[in-house]
T-cell receptor
């Protein structure tokens, strides 16, 4: 399968714990995006990488959130001291460019904070 | 203000009939792109169709077509000959090319489509 893959698909964690999600983009794609989607809503932009450089972060990305993309390949999104409000689907997408180039999405990681 | 508005939270459509999903957008950019994605219950966002702000013709991709009315800032998706597999959430999204943050997609709230046999 050469699409965007995310791991894990589901994560249940207790409030206050740290969690880390991984995204493997399509191999030749230099741009990688993280979005958050809560139930019944559209995805909201969190952050964007071009190669290994994190070029943009949303105000939604509080200081408890950190994302990395070492060597411009896979990316990780870490949430520290999780809160119940962090419960959502976390979607990763990649693209080979901007403009009319569509972003390809993974199946997401569903986080439930109990 | 909402950049992307989808006013229809849910719709029923009879199999083999056409359905139109509404999308209006708000931007001051002259150069932008509009995307439609389908999200089945599995969660993955599937790209359907793209319309650029300077494209003179309405985009078409198989059974999907986009009714682009630039002056009204609307980009409605038309699905012809609906199939049971079309049952899903549909999202309209915009990318503004001239803004410094010109790489992200801004999504609407989505429309849930249920195709009846």
């Amino acid at each position: 399968d050469t699409g965007v893959s995310q791991d894990p698909r589901h994560k249940i964690t207790k409030r206050g714990q740290n969690v880390t999600f991984r995204c493997d983009p399509i191999s030749e794609h230099n741009r990688l995006y993280w979005y958050r989607q809560t139930l019944g809503q559209g995805p909201e932009f969190l952050t964007y990488f071009q190669n290994e450089a994190q070029l943009e972060k949303s105000r939604l990305l509080s200081d408890r959130f950190s994302a990395e993309r070492p060597k411009g390949s896979f990316s990780t999104l870490e949430i520290q001291r999780t809160e119940q409000g962090d419960s959502a689907m976390y979607l990763c997408a990649s693209s080979i460019g901007t403009g009319r180039t569509e972003a390809f999405f993974g199946q997401g990681t569903r986080l439930t904070v109990v | 203000a909402q950049k992307i508005t989808q006013t229809q939270p849910g719709m029923f459509v009879q199999e083999k009939e056409a359905v139109t999903l509404d999308c209006t957008y708000d931007t001051s950019d002259q150069s932008y792109g509009l995307f439609w994605y389908k999200q089945p219950s599995s969660g993955e966002m599937i790209f359907l169709i793209y319309q650029g702000s300077y494209d003179e013709q309405n985009a078409t991709e198989g059974r999907y077509s986009l009714n682009f009315q630039k002056a009204r800032k609307s980009a409605n998706l038309v699905i012809s000959a609906s199939q049971l597999g079309d049952s899903a959430m549909y999202f309209c999204a915009m990318r503004e090319f001239l803004k410094a943050a010109g790489n992200k997609l801004t999504f609407g709230g989505g429309t849930r489509v249920l195709v009846k046999p």
